[in-house]
């Protein structure tokens, strides 16, 4: 049958073979229109643009192929049917089907070089592939059917309704918009084109992937809950940002996201390419599983940030930065990257964590709280910016790598820094329980440290080495660990809880003193170096004896002190209280002043000027003096042994002297001055010069030197005893020793007679 011509049927037409023509192929190329059915059951061709009309609610339906390079329009209130391939042998100009019931595409192929526009619900039959070469595709209702559907449309493929096949494919030439609230597959859906949401829509697959391999833009919200993996390979809000995203499956994230509201990837999420999520107004991004992949993931959220599980545990991701208006929340265990990691917000911990960096730094560039411990491993530098624990106190802080803390650290338990620790701020570390707070290695920067612990405090290394700290306070805690050579400050240092060496150590202050105001302990050399005062309140060696003491600066003791070695003073020292120096000897290089009852129980040398202002002052070992002892305001000097006096030793009016059960107890005269100016042997005579206030008597002693040619304090008196009378000041006697010097070698001092 040929029509080539407007028609107008009332009736039903049904053409058959009876009506075909003689190579069975009914050629169409006008207008038929009918208020029945129109029904073709032999091969179409187009001759011309063919419109089909059925006024009533008939079937319009093509029961075998339809090809011809021309158009097709139908219109009908009833179903429009297509049982065969359209446009496969010679592709329809254009396609346009419109009706009140449903187009049925039953054949595997719909090719038109024009638009396709289907104006009613359509449902598949049978796998189907649909393809303009110069035109787009428009499914202006619903699309639903078990089999696979295929748009190829070189311009806009449009789904105004929804749709529900079993998988979905759009080439990659045009656009895809999307109009209805939702595309369901119950296996994949693979948009190859830019897409454009018209509407919120919802993307489900009951058992396979989406994936959108170009660009997706539009004000709604987009929601994909896949079964597979839901693929972002083009950027996401590029051009018209989303209103939100929410991926329920796993996601693989290709290109950057941006969103005006919320992003929720609640399955695992792996990163394809570096990757930066946005959202513009006060939305969070909300990343409830895992995060995989090695490549850079920026977020800049107008809210917040959440992280529900560990990031980078399977494969570490190269960089980390975060910034948010709101807070970012981290509840996994671990973030890892290989490269840095950047906090531009405050951090809030939802259980222990663990930030590692195999090749970077990690940076917390604002606050850092919650109940929970926090670990850091990084080569690079960790700083913190701001305060950590100060609104919800950390439970434990440890960090791997140097550290630049530049705000309060606070944890109920321990802080480790394993690393060099710089200072940019002043900065106060404070643990509220049992917690240790130990810097295991090198503490640099010119600002104040203060450090509050609950348990003990440890310095690992130098401290102020390269860059000396401003001031050093620690707290009454549970002591003071110092395993370091150095420490150096700018100002003061304060040490209020006791202190234990476990190395020898320098303490230096260029601009202030130096307190310990509790016991110092440690089988090591103490030296103190400070522009102002040192202070001991405590008892220094009590229950670990120090190798040794060396005060550079002026000293104020008002404990004991005890060191298995020297102990030297060389600036100005005041002891009080119930105070005993014990050594193998003490240097007072400068003045020193006493006062109470206070015990040197060592060897003493004296080269400065002691005042004794009131009390006692009992020297329990060798004295020499060469310079000034003095008493003053009733005070007492005890000697208890040998004085080598070649300085001033006096008692002025209402002081005494004693010399306590020793016979040869110096060479001092009691409430006088006694001044030995030179004892030498010249022949077999011996050279006195001294200056005495007369009326005592003194007598000569000798001794051999010991075999090592030290010193020694084994004196005996000559003999015969040689007796020198106290005479006027500054007389020179020389006395014949005779065979008391027939040894070319000997020591000599003079003695006070009793």
């Not at 042998?89 to 049925?104: D, E, F, H, K, V």
């Not at 549970?478 to 303490?507: E, H, K, M, P, W």
């Not at 329990?620 to 030793?649: E, K, P, W």
């Not at 010193?711 to 005779?738: C, E, K, M, R």
Request: aromatic share 6%; net charge negative.
């Amino acid at each position: 049958m040929n029509v080539k011509n407007n028609v107008t049927v009332i009736a039903i037409l049904i053409f058959s073979a009876l009506t075909r023509n003689a190579a069975g192929v009914i050629q169409l190329g006008g207008t038929i229109t009918t208020n029945g059915d129109l029904i073709y059951n032999d091969a179409v061709v187009l001759t011309n643009n063919t419109t089909l009309v059925s006024t009533g609610s008939g079937m319009i339906a093509f029961n075998s192929t339809v090809n011809g390079a021309y158009s097709l329009a139908i219109n009908t209130a009833g179903s429009i049917v297509f049982n065969g391939t359209v446009g496969g042998a010679n592709a329809l100009s254009q396609l346009t089907a419109t009706g009140g019931g449903t187009i049925w595409i039953n054949g595997s192929m719909l090719k038109t070089t024009g638009s396709q526009a289907y104006n009613s619900a359509g449902v598949l039959g049978a796998d189907a592939a649909l393809t303009s070469t110069n035109s787009g595709i428009s499914f202006n209702s619903t699309v639903s059917g078990d089999y696979v559907l295929t748009v190829n449309a070189h311009a806009t493929t449009v789904f105004g309704g929804s749709v529900s096949v079993a998988n979905l494919a759009t080439d990659p030439a045009g656009t895809t918009q999307i109009g209805g609230s939702t595309m369901t597959t119950t296996g994949s859906q693979t948009y190859n084109d830019a897409v454009v949401l018209g509407a919120d829509v919802a993307f489900a697959s009951s058992s396979g992937d989406v994936s959108f391999n170009s660009t997706v833009n539009g004000t709604y919200s987009m929601t994909v809950n896949a079964v597979g993996t839901t693929t972002f390979h083009g950027a996401m809000g590029g051009v018209n940002a989303l209103d939100s995203l929410a991926v329920a499956g796993a996601a693989q994230i290709y290109s950057n996201i941006v969103t005006i509201g919320s992003q929720a990837y609640n399955s695992a999420v792996v990163l394809g390419a570096d990757v930066t999520l946005t959202t513009v107004s006060f939305s969070d991004i909300l990343f409830n599983s895992t995060v995989n992949g090695a490549h850079a993931l920026t977020i800049n959220s107008g809210d917040g940030v959440v992280f529900g599980d560990a990031v980078g545990g399977v494969n570490a991701l190269s960089s980390i930065t975060a910034a948010a208006l709101g807070t970012i929340r981290i509840q996994g265990a671990t973030i890892a990257t290989t490269g840095s990691q950047a906090y531009n917000t405050a951090v809030v911990l939802g259980r222990d964590v663990a930030l590692n960096s195999t090749g970077a730094g990690i940076a917390l560039n604002s606050t850092v709280n919650g109940t929970y411990s926090l670990a850091v491993n990084a080569p690079g530098a960790t700083v913190f910016n701001g305060a950590v624990g100060g609104v919800n106190v950390l439970k434990s802080l440890a960090v791997a790598g140097t550290a630049q803390i530049d705000g309060a650290i606070t944890t109920t338990g321990s802080q480790t820094y394993n690393a060099a620790a710089v200072l940019g701020a002043n900065v106060t570390l404070t643990s509220t329980a049992t917690g240790n707070i130990a810097l295991n290695s090198t503490v640099n920067g010119a600002h104040s440290l203060a450090i509050n612990a609950a348990g003990a405090i440890v310095f690992g290394d130098v401290v102020g080495g390269m860059n000396a700290l401003s001031n050093l306070t620690t707290d009454a805690g549970r002591g003071i660990d110092i395993n370091c050579s150095t420490i150096s400050t700018i100002g003061s240092q304060a040490y209020n809880d006791a202190v234990v060496l476990g190395a020898n150590v320098a303490f230096t202050s260029t601009g202030s003193g130096i307190a310990f105001n509790s016991t110092v302990d440690g089988t090591y050399s103490l030296t103190v170096d400070a522009s102002g005062a040192t202070v001991f309140n405590g008892a220094v060696g009590g229950v670990n004896v120090l190798s040794s003491l060396a005060v550079a600066g002026t000293a104020q003791i008002h404990g004991d002190i005890v060191t298995t070695g020297s102990q030297s003073y060389n600036n100005h020292v005041t002891l009080t209280g119930q105070t005993t120096l014990t050594a193998d000897q003490v240097d007072f290089s400068d003045s020193a002043a006493s006062s109470g009852s206070v015990a040197i129980a060592a060897a003493l040398n004296n080269s400065g000027f002691i005042a004794v202002n009131g009390g006692t002052l009992s020297f329990m070992d060798v004295v020499s003096n060469s310079a000034t002892i003095r008493a003053n305001n009733g005070a007492v000097l005890n000697f208890g042994t040998n004085v080598f006096n070649s300085g001033v030793i006096d008692a002025l009016a209402g002081n005494a002297i004693l010399c306590g059960s020793f016979s040869n107890c110096g060479t001092f005269v009691e409430a006088s001055s006694f001044l030995t100016t030179e004892i030498s042997k010249v022949g077999n005579d011996i050279l006195l010069a001294w200056s005495t206030m007369g009326g005592h008597e003194y007598v000569l002693q000798a001794a051999a030197p010991p075999s090592d040619g030290g010193w020694t304090n084994h004196f005996s008196d000559v003999s015969p005893v040689i007796a020198i009378a106290g005479q006027s000041l500054g007389v020179t006697n020389y006395l014949d020793v005779g065979s008391a010097t027939n040894l070319h070698s000997r020591y000599y001092r003079i003695r006070l007679q009793l």
